[in-house]
């Protein structure tokens, strides 16, 4: 049994998810994947043993989002709660009032079914995600660095999973794509599409985040082997041959390298918050990985990294890294070190 879920050992799975109220059901399944999500993610940055859940074959592929349409007011303002009783022997002024209050009422129960519906988005958004984030983790880094001195096997599958990471992001829904891809431009907009914009703001940032995140996982295995391998991938390298890989092979590492060079550089720009959320020791991490890749592709040589040709523009590129570290190292530990290796190797470099 695991503590919490309330399920048999002896019961199977599938019989055992079609027990009890669907309000249990539901918060059985959100339980689940929440606890399972979050240690797969703590997993990542620390060589921690899984837990029995992560060996559980739960039957649920997604957790239920709740049936929202139970809850919009039915007959427009005459829903429940919301509406005013008036009769012509009111007086005008009370009516208006009393108008304006259960519109008022109205609009601020929809903006939280809103809220609601954007977060369930983005949860069943996030527990997809995690699936690819696992499959990448589980092909690309299950015996570690070693597995990187053959890049060639990697390949096939490294575009496998970049098709299905492209799918994904091509179709989120539209409170989740990138918010300056929604932005209206020269429109006038009411308060109320402000608050909207507001919630999908965040939720489609974390989003982001956690596609540049994935991807990066995808593409490091190629920016290493690259890095400790020079390989040409130009006209020349193809046309002699002088590599063991084929013309075509070199053209897809060279994509390859480049994305994950973008992922990188990207997560350095995007990451450097001192907003206090719940990821923001993963968002640190993230951008130490990165720095850490960016500077080991200029020590090597093998790689030409996007508006970075002189020390005074590789300090200015990672000015922002360090003062985000900076400011939360007194936090934890293991910032303030990633802060200072990283302030030593942009000085040695300097």
Request: glycine share 6%.
């Amino acid at each position: 049994m695991i503590d919490g879920l309330n399920i048999d050992d002896d019961i199977p799975a599938d019989e055992a998810a079609q027990r009890g109220t669907p309000v249990s059901r539901h918060m059985e399944q959100s339980l689940y994947w929440s606890c399972f999500k979050s240690e797969v993610e703590i997993r990542v940055e620390l060589p921690l043993p899984q837990s029995a859940i992560a060996e559980y074959e739960y039957p649920a592929l997604f957790p239920t989002p709740p049936n929202l349409s139970e809850d919009y007011p039915e007959g427009g303002s005459h829903g429940a709660g919301w509406s005013t009783s008036w009769n012509s022997s009111r007086p005008a002024s009370s009516y208006h009032s009393n108008r304006a209050q259960t519109s008022f009422g109205v609009r601020n129960h929809i903006m939280q079914l809103f809220d609601e519906e954007q977060s369930w988005y983005y949860y069943l958004t996030e527990v997809a995600l995690r699936r690819i984030g696992n499959r990448v983790l589980n092909a690309f880094y299950r015996e570690g660095q070693s597995m990187w001195s053959d890049i060639r096997p990697f390949i096939p599958l490294a575009l496998e999973f970049e098709t299905q990471i492209n799918a994904w992001s091509a179709n989120l829904p539209p409170g989740l794509r990138h918010y300056k891809d929604n932005e209206g431009s020269g429109q006038t907009r009411n308060r109320f599409s402000e608050m909207q914009d507001s919630i999908s703001l965040e939720l489609s940032w974390a989003i982001a985040n956690r596609l540049l995140e994935i991807r990066l996982w995808l593409y490091q295995p190629f920016l290493y082997f690259v890095i400790h391998n020079p390989v040409d991938t130009g006209q020349e390298a193809r046309r002699t041959r002088s590599s063991s890989f084929t013309g075509e092979e070199l053209a897809t590492i060279a994509i390859l390298v480049q994305s994950g060079m973008h992922c990188a550089l990207k997560i350095l720009e995007a990451r450097c918050l001192r907003h206090r959320h719940h990821g923001i020791w993963f968002d640190l991490r993230a951008l130490v990985t990165s720095s850490l890749i960016v500077i080991a592709a200029i020590k090597s040589g093998n790689l030409d990294v996007p508006g970075i040709d002189s020390p005074m523009e590789l300090k200015s590129h990672f000015e922002g890294t360090l003062q985000a570290l900076n400011y939360w190292e007194d936090e934890a530990p293991d910032i303030k070190k990633a802060r200072c290796i990283l302030a030593g190797l942009l000085t040695e470099m300097g």
